[in-house]
């Protein structure tokens, strides 16, 4: 007590020296500035930190009053404050109060900060108490609804709301709904009445679409009333669009389905959906394990069993079968193969002893033997006489052809396509074609080709159905269409084998001819060059030259041009060729593609040159050709010397006509006198007859122009002559003399010249 009267006493002291310090005079007064600078001095030297400046700067506030008037602020605005309206209400700056506010959300558990607002506790608890209000109304609220209705953030609205759930909010959630128990109760009663009522599948969807129910709670209180006993049946499906199953449904179709799969051995899948099992492979599996799953349907192993039966008597009566005949009709293609791949006595092997053609017959191995050996006999038959036709198909395989047969002008036409004869190569063989350059013709020649290959599959295939159509009149088209479709492969195999043994024999063919064309093609050139040696020997008139050349290009040039002719015609005309004219030839030029046909007009067109112009188109022309021409030394020109003379002089054995007996004699004459093939027109023999004067004995030549008189004078005569008759039997009376003569005089050559080997002659240009 005396404690507290001390002090009382202090205190009451201290008013009364204030109130007379208030009672006087101001001396000092200090301005509003200076009392902000006191003030921020003191602040600075850390006597006073707990103050806030406003804005202004003019006014001060505490921390802890800061705080209250946030909280006030809060509290005046019900719970629920934008951070933007403290900043003008408390005329603080911004990093001030968000400073502030971190402060207090950090340590104040019920305030909320969210997207820039404040949000108490109570605001959240009025919030729940609306909530639930309006939900025991409604029965069902989601919270998607519930965040926009308040203005909140979805995962905010529902984490808050589920704190409430079963307190301040009487309901439960579920699948973000919440529920009243009294809503769920009633759907609960709603699919219980349906469900117990259904005679057969109901469709939860439907349902819940006709009668406005929630899809979570209708599936929940079937599921529930299944599992508890309580509804008899089952779910097909999942969630809202499962359908529900009454077990007296079940039971009646199961058994109207198993009635239709033993009385008929199969049922199709598309029978068991529309009994409501959306997986029917899977519940046939299931009811009947002793069947088997196919791609449109299921059957018994009976149906398997009799496929192997049918299959075995085939292979036993050495047959075949039709196996869509033993199976259900109703099995399609797919069906039927599954069937197929499950039976062993069909596998794809060497050693089974039946096989499958077109998917659906079972023949026979031994059957499909027989076949297949006539139809390789009847190709390899066909294949000979593609031979005899001289025509190679095509789709032949082509072999190496001879270098040797062919001309470098024929040989750039002829890159594409295999020829008629021989598996030679050449363009066309109807006419004439223009050159294929460049690789849109090679892809040209390349699409013709295969289209022949698959003209000559067709031949066969055509060929081998009517060849088995007879020898086997009680099988089905369709199976020797079948065996035949299988066999192409090796006919066509056995066609190429046969048409490469042809090729090989016709090629060997072809080039002996082409060898024995080029030694007569040599023997004619060495005739020509040396006709044109005689002709241009120094002594042999000038005059004579051009008669003698004229007639020598279209003696032997003729032939020459027609071997030629004959010679490519083989190469790229199909058929024989036959060449007994000018006209005949110059045919079969124009059927020659471009290349030789140039080739060949040129050698024809150098039938009206000289002999030196025709020589060298000649020698062209072999060269494209590629037919060698040999060279003419002395050996060569001895044989063809001795080989002409042995001709002339057997022509001269038998001939007995005075005019032929005349020419040959001057020709061997001239031949013994300058060691020269000669041939020339009647008109011209007087002049050779001149030059062997003085080469023979004076008697011999005598003779002989003697003789040449008279048969001019007998040539001239008249027929109805009075003389000519005595005429003729004086030359007929001379003929064996001078004949005589003319082989004595001969005699010293053979003995001279030797016996040298001759190339194959020529046929002669010497005969009249």
């Known amino acids: 007590d005396v404690i507290l ?69 809060i509290e005046r605005a019900r719970g ?57 109304e409604a029965g069902s609220l989601s919270l998607t609804s519930l965040a926009d209705r308040f203005d909140l953030p979805p995962d905010f609205a529902k984490s808050e709301i589920k704190k409430r759930l079963g307190k301040s909010i009487r309901g439960s959630l579920e699948a973000e709904i919440i529920f009243t128990q009294a809503f769920v109760d009633r759907h609960a009663y709603v699919i219980r009445g349906l469900l117990s009522a259904a005679t057969r599948p109901v469709s939860l969807q439907q349902t819940i679409q006709a009668l406005d129910l929630q899809e979570n709670l209708a599936v929940n209180a079937a599921t529930q009333l299944i599992q508890e006993g309580i509804v008899m049946g089952t779910l097909q499906g999942r969630t809202e669009k499962a359908t529900f199953i009454p077990t007296i449904f079940n039971l009646s179709r199961q058994k109207s389905l198993e009635s239709f799969y033993v009385q008929n051995n199969y049922i199709s899948y598309q029978t068991v959906e529309k009994f409501g099992y959306s997986s029917p492979a899977a519940w046939m599996s299931t009811n009947f394990p002793e069947g088997k799953a196919l791609a449109t349907c299921y059957v018994p192993d009976l149906v398997a069993n009799q496929l192997a039966d049918a299959v075995t008597e085939a292979i036993a009566e050495d047959t075949w079968v039709d196996l869509t005949t033993v199976v259900p009709p109703q099995l399609t293609a797919a069906d039927l193969a599954t069937l197929i791949q499950a039976c062993p006595l069909l596998a794809h092997s060497s050693e089974s002893r039946a096989m499958l053609l077109d998917d659906r017959y079972a023949v026979s191995r031994a059957f499909v033997g027989r076949c297949f050996e006539i139809l390789e006999k009847n190709v390899k038959e066909r294949a000979e006489a593609s031979k005899l036709t001289q025509n190679t198909p095509l789709g032949t395989p082509q072999g190496p052809s001879s270098s040797s047969s062919k001309g470098k002008g024929a040989a750039e036409d002829q890159d594409d396509e295999a020829g008629a004869k021989g598996g030679r190569k050449g363009k066309g063989r109807g006419g004439p074609s223009a050159p294929d350059k460049g690789k849109g013709a090679r892809k040209a020649g390349e699409s013709e080709n295969s289209g022949a290959r698959s003209s000559v599959k067709e031949d066969h295939a055509r060929h081998g159905m009517a060849l088995l159509v007879k020898m086997f009149p009680e099988v089905e088209r369709a199976v020797l269409a079948a065996i035949v479709a299988h066999a192409r492969g090796r006919m066509k195999e056995v066609h190429e084998a046969a048409l490469k043994t042809v090729f090989v024999q016709a090629n060997s063919d072809r080039k002996k001819q082409h060898v024995a064309f080029q030694t007569q093609l040599s023997n004619m050139y060495f005739n020509l060059v040396m006709f044109k040696k005689a002709i241009e020997a120094p002594g042999f008139p000038a005059a004579e030259r051009p008669i003698l050349e004229k007639h020598i290009v279209k003696l032997i040039g003729n032939n020459i041009v027609s071997l030629l ?17 000018p006209a005949e030839r110059e045919a079969i030029i124009h059927r020659l593609p471009p290349g030789p046909a140039r080739q060949l007009e040129a050698v024809s067109a150098g039938l009206s040159l000289a002999l030196g112009p025709f020589i060298e188109l000649v020698e062209a022309a072999s060269a494209a050709f590629q037919m060698r021409l040999g060279k003419l ?8 010397l001795q080989s002409h003379g042995e001709e002339l002089r057997g022509q ?14 001057i020709l061997l004459m001239y031949m013994h006198v300058h060691h020269a093939v000669m041939n020339v027109p009647a008109r011209s023999l007087v002049s ?36 000519k008759a005595s005429m003729h039997d004086r030359l007929a009376g001379m003929v064996p003399r001078l004949k005589d003569r003319v082989a004595a005089l001969l005699e010293g050559d053979e003995g001279s010249t030797g016996s040298e080997s001759l190339p194959p002659s020529s046929p002669s240009p010497s005969s009249s």
């Open 5 to 73: 009267g001390a002090s009382m006493e202090e205190l009451e002291r201290l008013r009364q020296q204030f109130s007379a310090l208030q009672a006087q005079d101001t001396m000092h007064r200090l301005s509003e500035r200076n009392c902000i600078e006191i003030v921020n001095k003191m602040v600075a030297s850390k006597m006073l930190d707990h103050l806030v400046f406003t804005q202004t700067g003019r006014e001060y506030v505490t921390k802890a009053r800061l705080e209250q008037e946030i909280l006030d602020e």
């Open 80 to 136: 629920r404050l934008r951070v933007n309206y403290l900043f003008s209400t408390l005329n603080i700056d911004e990093g001030t109060i968000q400073a502030k506010l971190k402060e207090m959300l950090s340590v104040n558990k019920a305030l909320h900060m969210i997207h820039d607002e404040l949000i108490t506790r109570d605001y959240l608890d009025r919030m729940a108490e609306e909530i639930n209000q309006a939900l025991q």
């Open 565 to 581: 002719t004959e010679d490519q015609a083989l190469d790229h005309v199909q058929g024989p060729v036959s060449i007994n004219s």
């Open 633 to 640: 030394d002395a050996r060569t020109e001895r044989s063809i």
């Open 652 to 665: 001269l054995r038998d001939e007995d006509r005075p005019a032929n007996v005349l020419q040959l004699c």
């Open 688 to 723: 050779l007859l001149n030059r062997i004067k003085g080469g023979i004995p004076d008697e011999d030549f005598a003779l002989l122009k003697e003789f040449h008189g008279l048969v001019v004078q007998y040539l001239s005569a008249k027929p109805d002559a009075p003389d």
